[in-house]
């Protein structure tokens, strides 16, 4: 009897696209990834990613998942990995439900790639209404993919993607982001960060609401604060905001960030403006030329943090120039003081008025309501009314708050991958 010879990597399968684009992948797992065991790959394709990631993240079981003609492939790749943590796919038709493919398993974490456009969207919903069955409370569910936002295409690459894909299939093409976040929130799904990706794609990643620390209490909140985020749609459309929220800012732009940003743009709930706010106020630099770096670059990367930046800066610097020379030749006249005084007590309302919106946010914080307030009335003492320099108080009240948040975000994670 002849032996039968393992695969070579010349019979393997082989997708370039998966070779171009899993190392920007990992990056995202590495770091929604850490403390969860069980993961479901949903369209493994080719089994390259998987063979890749479980190498890479080894304390994760990586289950693939394929229709049943693409498991051949599959199977070939493991075979050729003899990796630990890969066991034999799963046979799963999104059509025909997730729960009996599974065994009934659940999952701490459910991967796709670059297979909501090759569905056709009355299959997307099918995936969506199944995933209750297969992820576990406060599992999470990451999709990769090119995606539109307000039913516009993000690049002229992704518009001919989409001509080419329904001109192979009419029923296929990509998908809009605010329809597959309604399926998301109707699965009770919680949108936890929307990543810019290379090639003009995204990785999406949403958290299964029933968390363990929350409490059902607390979820629904949650939901409806995550229910609103809608991502900028270009680096343009970043540009032309941050300018618009810059021309605004007279008397300090901490005044109309927050309603430009959460209310208006709602490109962050409450809850991630204030964390984001929080690491701006202490990283070197002008607190909001942070938080618009962070903002452009949480959404299209390096060239989204230029862009925002750009549009903090370009137009209002050639105002600040005009004005000050306007106001050399104006700064003597008691009317323009009198003027000066009077916007700065507006400016100080104006920012007080945003601290006390932003209070609530702080009640569904990791840390809780109790020491959320505590910590807040502490600061307020020692910086308002002890005069202690504010970095004394970053490092005596901040770092300890940032600790205590880590080891409760690491219980959440351990608690739900268990």
């Given at each position: 009897m002849s032996e039968v010879r393992p695969p070579t990597p010349s019979d393997l399968p082989f997708a370039p696209s998966c070779e171009r684009n899993r190392e920007p992948i990992l990056e995202v797992l590495r770091q929604h990834l850490p403390h969860r065991h069980a993961v479901l790959e949903i369209g493994s394709g080719t089994g390259q990613h998987a063979v890749y990631f479980a190498?890479?993240?080894?304390?994760?079981?990586?289950?693939?998942?394929?229709?049943?003609?693409?498991?051949?492939?599959?199977?070939?790749?493991?075979?050729?990995?003899?990796?630990?943590?890969?066991?034999?796919?799963?046979?799963?038709?999104?059509?025909q439900g997730l729960q009996t493919a599974t065994g009934g398993q659940q999952f701490d974490a459910v991967f796709t790639a670059n297979t909501l456009h090759i569905m056709a969207w009355a299959q997307v919903q099918q995936l969506f209404a199944a995933l209750p069955a297969v992820l576990a409370p406060g599992g999470l569910l990451m999709v990769y993919g090119p995606?539109?936002?307000?039913?516009?295409?993000?690049?002229?690459?992704?518009?001919q993607f989409d001509a080419s894909l329904r001109q192979a299939d009419p029923l296929r093409g990509i998908r809009d982001f605010e329809a597959v976040n309604a399926l998301a929130q109707a699965a009770g799904l919680l949108l936890v960060q929307d990543h810019a990706m290379p090639a003009n794609n995204r990785c999406l990643v949403w958290r299964n609401g029933a968390t363990p620390a929350l409490g059902n209490a607390q979820a629904p909140a949650q939901a409806a604060s995550s229910a609103e985020i809608r991502p900028p749609t270009s680096r343009t459309d970043l540009f032309i905001s941050f300018t618009l929220l810059a021309l605004q800012g007279f008397g300090g732009v901490l005044a109309v960030v927050q309603r430009e940003v959460v209310e208006k743009k709602r490109?962050?709930?409450?809850?991630?403006?204030?964390?984001?706010w929080a690491v701006a106020q202490v990283l070197p630099g002008p607190n909001v030329m942070n938080l618009s770096l962070m903002i452009g670059a949480r959404y299209f990367?390096?060239?989204?943090?230029?862009?925002?930046?750009?549009?903090?800066?370009?137009l209002p610097l050639l105002i600040v120039l005009g004005m000050a020379f306007a106001y050399a030749s104006l700064a003597n006249q008691p009317w323009m003081a009198s003027a000066l005084r009077g916007m700065g007590a507006a400016a100080a309302g104006l920012i007080a008025a945003s601290s006390i919106k932003l209070l609530p946010a702080l009640w569904h914080n990791v840390l809780g309501a109790r020491n959320c307030k505590a910590l807040v009335a502490v600061s307020f003492f020692a910086v308002a009314w002890m005069r202690l320099p504010l970095l004394w108080v970053v490092i005596g009240l901040g770092l300890p708050a940032c600790l205590l948040a880590w080891r409760k975000l690491r219980a959440l994670d351990t608690g739900a991958a268990s």
């Open positions: 190498a890479a993240l080894t304390q994760l079981r990586w289950q693939t998942s394929e229709v049943a003609e693409n498991l051949p492939g599959i199977n070939a790749w493991l075979a050729h990995a003899s990796l630990p943590n890969t066991p034999a796919p799963l046979t799963i038709d999104v059509a995606f539109n936002y307000d039913g516009t295409f993000t690049s002229p690459g992704n518009a490109w962050l709930t409450r809850e991630q403006f204030v964390e984001d990367g390096i060239s989204g943090a230029l862009a925002a930046m750009a549009g903090m800066v370009l």
